[in-house]
Nanobody, 125 residues
């Protein structure tokens, strides 16, 4: 069973930065597409970003383009989300996810193969 462990969440002021990490315990990591979603209270889960197997092709949700950067280290089985210029509306639980198909479109659909437990990000105004 795949286990994803997110870390790096916390409380930050608007305009600040955070970097989330997601460590995966799967031998298929380098062939899986990996990504991040978030869910704010009372709202639906939202796609944030995903990255191709090789790490050369990132994809972003419209609300985070230009502010967030996704990356991965296949040697360490870790995916990162660098979040800059944070806004109060970025407050949410952030979830790491992966899909064994390797297809970003499948992950973006919101039904990836596996999920993490989530980490809270709170941005104060």
């Amino acid at each position: 069973q795949v286990q994803l462990v997110e870390s790096g969440g916390g409380l930050v002021q608007a305009g600040g930065s955070l970097r989330l990490s997601c460590a995966a315990s799967t031998h298929t990591f380098s062939s899986d597409v990996m990504g991040w979603f978030r869910q704010a209270p009372g709202k639906e889960r939202e796609f944030v970003a995903c990255i191709s197997r090789s790490g050369t092709s990132p994809y972003y949700g419209e609300s985070v383009k230009g502010r967030f950067t996704i990356s991965r280290d296949n040697a360490k089985n870790v995916v990162y989300l660098q979040m800059n210029s944070l806004k109060p509306e970025d407050t949410a639980v952030y979830y790491c996810a992966g899909d064994i198909s390797g297809n970003p479109l499948i992950l973006r659909s919101g039904n990836p193969t596996y999920w993490g437990q989530g980490t809270q990000v709170t941005v104060s105004s």
